[in-house]
């Protein structure tokens, strides 16, 4: 127990030389550490919000959103695949969804195989075995045609729809230039944004609670103004509310919409007041443009996640390709919309269901706090370790500030993130570390009552000791990964400390601690041992 | 010459001592119940949804008006509570209901409706969490808290015996439930943390039962003749001076916590400081006593042979 071959004396200093290389750039300011030649370890110990001050935000998408908009992009599909079946239009009545399912009836009954044989060929193949689609097409009696949205293909429209409302978040956060925002999917369907040192989240929000889904619908002239009143839309069109009041019938199919913007920027109206400019990319342009040649002098409406914006008259085509929306906007306002529409639409509404926010200056003080309680308890423990075990109490004090470097190194090292929590399972791991020695040095005391002499005793410690601090580490170790799994939030940050300082506290208490012992009892042969 | 904080070679019979320490358990685990059942737990915004916001003030401001104040905005019953200092105050408002961005509105309101009537006022922290995602973190802190348990009763049974896991786990149950008994008497807040704290007593607690139920296995072997009750004492008092010295030490460290840590900690190391008395108190007196109820015997029983061949191999 007591020997150490050499190897294994080279090996400790190797694990201590590099826990401490990792910890050491926390040491250095933030700049010292980035102007580190590259070979050398120079992260720092990430902190977590709750320290540095701070905004976390948990959105979810809505799965039934997803569903919604997937069917009616599918109607769509529908209606202009079967115009351009080959052989002719297929002309059909009846189309309605509902559950998930689109059905429609075919007019002709002879002609329904080749409607059929068109529909399929819009399904998309979902990856995997089985060849399943994310649409299924079946037919129902001799001419109702079927269309079911597979779970295989809401799954992987939603994954498709996440995946994409992270880059649109991701841009609209970087155009509020905030330093490293966190944006990572959590589950199915939510997403979490965590931006340090911004203490007003509201812009962020804003920014984030927005489809900024924008179209440009012919206004509807024909429809009746006391049925639009009403709720009531002719065939092919539908009632939006106007931004100021009011509501306008539109026609349903948009001319264009924003996808193919390129820009969009503050500007003003000709009355100077704050507005916003967009720019459709050439292909958008040349649609546009097309779009406002044919329908010069009908005013068309401007349309912000189902609100109309305004319906300006088109008094001439509008051939460059670019635009501007105004109302009554402030240039705050005007410059929020600009982000939202340059950054493009979110492919699903986002909620926020978790948010937590910590001002900066909340933040330092839990890091002076935490700190100062840190290091007083170290001293205390230190100071009973060393009135109670003499000189084994400070091979412990010694082992236990090399355990608190070597937590350091790995959370720097490995890119943990500390937190408040995290902190207490420091002190957590302090206890464990002293719980190690305790153990040792009290068996190392009841050995000696039994008369053995010094070198056995300490030998017969560490040794029936180490079992059980085996033991009862393995056990929590067990609880900190089942914590890490299954908790959520300050749980993990928790579990995280926790199971690292558990491995270092037995690497230092027990092995550090040993080879201290070993190393003084060979050199001093003291034939009393006080402990 | 180094201070011992328990003396050599104690003979405490704790053995005999089980019926009391028995019957004091079970007083306070029914105690305790009738506290969670009778008053509840202050649970906070993580498990019931909600918004909290930590506000500091200038001066302290009286309770009365500021809860007058808050509830004048229309945004719901506000409960608010002072948090560390005087001049901190926290303030719970009901989660709004409707559509998105009701939360901010509330929020602004308050925010908007304490600068105007206090004047310089700072928002330290704000969290809302939503009913749905609060019933998750329920379910999860549960699912959490009852997987390690499970996880050691099987560690204990594969690692030693049955009635070990048996025993460990009915003190560990006791441990939490004083725990949470207190949390139901003090009112402090019951948040997500708080489950993080009272994992740790369970690692904690079981730990120092560990070492206990090492000592029992080794003494087990060693004293073949002796009967299991003065086997219990001797191991229980020859591993006393670990667990009080442990114990002691802990709790300094976790009193600096408590005293000079940041306030968000406050309720988490006053759980940790209470579940390691509690813990201590249930491995000395409860968990190795139960073991003879449990019906263990020394030498004759052959779970206790089966027991060595465990440890012998």
Known sequence: MLDFPQWKVWSIAATIFFGFLFAAPNFLTEQQAASLPSWVPSKQLSLGLDLRGGSHLMLEASTDDVRKTKLETLEETVRSELRQVPGGAVAFTDMSTSGGQLSLVVTDPARIDAAVEALRKVTQPIGGLGGARDVEVTVAGDSRIVLTETDAGVAASIDNAMAQAVEVIRKRIDELGTREPTIVRQGQNRIVVQVPGLQDPAALKALLGKTAKLEFKLVDVNADAAEVAAGRAPPGSQILPMLDGGSIAVRRRAIINGDQLVDSQVSQDQNGSPAVSFRFDSTGGRRFAQATRDNVGKPFAIVLDGKVISAPNINEPILGGSGIISGSYTVATANELAILLRSGKLPVELKVVEERTVGPDLGADSIRAGTIAAIVAVLAVSLIMVTVYGRFGVYSVIALIVNVILILGVMSGAGFTLTLPGIAGLVLTIGAAVDANVLINERIREEQRKGRGVIPSVEVGFRDATRTIWDANSLNIIVAVIMFIFGSGPIKGFAVVLSIGIATSVFTAVTLVRLMASRWLFKARPSVLVI | ?313
């Not at chain 2, 409706?113 to 330290?124: A, P």
């Open chain 2, 1 to 313: 010459m180094p201070l011992k904080i328990i003396p050599d070679n104690t003979n405490i019979g704790f053995v005999r001592a089980r019926f009391i320490a028995f019957a004091l358990t079970i007083a306070l685990t029914l105690g305790s119940l009738a506290l969670l059942y009778t008053r509840g737990l202050n649970l906070g915004v993580d498990f019931v949804g909600g918004l909290t916001m930590e506000v500091e003030f200038k001066a302290p401001p009286p309770l009365d008006a500021l809860r007058a104040k808050v509830d004048s905005l229309g945004v719901g019953t506000s409960a608010l509570q002072e948090f560390g200092s005087p001049r901190n105050i926290l303030i719970r408002l009901p989660l709004p209901e409707g559509e998105q961005g009701a939360v901010q509105k509330v929020v602004a309101k308050v925010q908007n409706g304490l600068k105007s009537g206090y004047g310089e006022v700072m928002f330290r922290r704000t969290e809302s969490v939503s009913g749905k995602v609060s019933a998750e973190l329920i379910e999860s802190g549960i699912w959490a808290v009852l997987l390690s348990m499970a996880a050691v009763a099987l560690f204990t049974w594969i690692r030693f015996e049955w009635y070990f896991g048996v025993s460990t786990v009915v003190a560990l149950v006791h441990d939490v439930i004083v725990t949470l008994g207190f949390f139901a008497l003090t009112q402090l807040e019951f948040d997500l943390n708080i489950v993080a704290a009272v994992l740790t007593i369970i690692g904690y607690s079981l730990n120092d039962k560990v070492v206990i139920d090492d000592r029992i296995r080794e003494n087990l072997r060693k004293y073949r003749t002796m009967d299991i009750g003065p086997i219990i004492d001797l191991s229980v008092n020859e591993t006393l001076p670990r667990t009080v010295m442990t114990s002691v030490t802990l709790l300094a460290a976790l009193a600096s916590m408590l005293l000079l840590g940041p306030d968000v900690i406050f309720g988490f190391t006053a759980a940790m400081m209470l579940g390691i008395v509690v813990g201590t108190y249930s491995s000395i007196f409860v968990s190795s006593s139960l073991l003879i109820s449990l019906g263990v015997k020394s030498r004759a029983a052959p779970e206790v042979a089966n027991a060595e061949r465990v440890v012998r191999r």
